[in-house]
């Protein structure tokens, strides 16, 4: 719990019933609940808390060496992408793990990678500052964006991918538009390392501004929608992607790391600090409420069913 020491605590397992379900046994100040071949319940009364671990459904050992740091799965489902400490990015059969191709052109690490909503293509950055849009099919380094003056951290797709965004540790956001492999602008400059970006579409009562000059033809896609930017400087600020105007800007408790849509109305972001903090755009004065587990970076957010899935450094 914030504030308070750590407690550590130890699972044994003495044995196993005839059904084929371990007998498991905790250390003092810790109750283990129900146990199934799949999960296994903890609880700190002390405390009042309680986690359910759960088995993995699959591992796949052998596709990288070390630490995974970005990965995503085809709209279809059929193929991964993935990359890692190890200075590798591959595609990979999400059924089995057969790694199926290895993409390589980035110089240092790289970062982030996704697939385009076709499934055969996918969008990377590294920490040489550049994009790579790759096609899954052959393994080929179809156009390379380069402008960015720092690490590239975070990436989106807008639409059906004919333009995509940026986000890089030299503070800005840019758009890039893919058919000419040129930057359509920068839509925010932050002065501070943009750690994670989402793109969503808006509510018709949001004023997401007018741009300043007629947007370039080559935009596709950008009306409507706003740009969350998740900064280092402790503020998660949304853009209107169209007219790079300001739509808010709240301050947290610490770096922001991710963010997401969970609707065109409610937002999340996460902190450094181990903070989530749910939002609605119309109003950011105040959160709906502020989500804290521990006090673990919190490093990614994704919505699922009603609510979301959040990975912690933990």
């Known amino acids: 719990s914030p504030g308070k020491p750590t407690l550590y605590g130890s699972l044994t397992r003495r044995g196993l019933s005839t059904e084929g379900v371990p007998d498991i046994a905790a250390s003092e100040g810790f109750l283990v609940g129900e146990v199934t071949k799949k999960s296994i319940l903890v609880s700190c009364p002390h405390e009042n808390v309680s986690t359910k671990f ?48 290895l993409l390589e052109g980035h110089v240092y690490d790289v970062n982030c990678c996704r697939f385009f909503p076709s499934g055969l293509v996918v969008l990377s950055g590294g920490m040489d500052a550049q994009l790579k849009v790759w096609s899954a099919e052959d393994a080929t380094c179809v156009v390379t964006f380069k402008g960015h003056k720092g690490g590239i951290l975070d990436t989106a797709i807008v639409e059906r991918g004919r333009n995509v965004v940026s986000c890089s540790r030299d503070g800005t956001a840019r758009l890039w538009d893919c058919g000419k492999s040129a930057c359509l602008g920068v839509i925010s400059d932050c002065a501070s390392p943009v750690n994670g970006l989402a793109v969503g579409t808006a509510g018709s009562s949001l004023n997401l501004g007018t741009p300043e000059e007629a947007p370039s033809e080559r935009e596709v896609g950008t009306e409507g929608k706003i740009l969350l930017l998740a900064r280092e400087d402790k503020k998660l600020q949304g853009v209107g992607l169209q007219s790079r105007q300001p739509v808010f800007l709240f301050v947290g408790s610490d770096a922001f790391n991710c963010c997401t849509f969970l609707s065109s109305t409610y937002i999340l972001a996460g902190t450094q600090d181990g903070n989530i903090y749910q939002l609605d755009v119309r109003n950011t004065n105040a959160p709906i409420q502020v989500i804290h587990r521990s006090g673990a970076p919190v490093l990614s957010l994704l919505p699922y069913r009603d609510g979301f899935v959040a990975s912690q450094g933990n």
């Not at 990288?64 to 190890?86: E, F, M, N, P």
Request: aromatic share 6%; charged share 15%.
């Open 54 to 101: 759960l088995a993995p459904y699959t591992t796949f050992c052998r596709i990288h060496q070390k630490s995974i740091t970005c990965l995503d799965i085809s709209s279809g489902g059929g193929l991964g992408v993935s990359t890692s400490t190890d200075g590798t990015m591959k595609i990979w059969q999400a059924a089995n793990g057969e790694i199926r191709r």
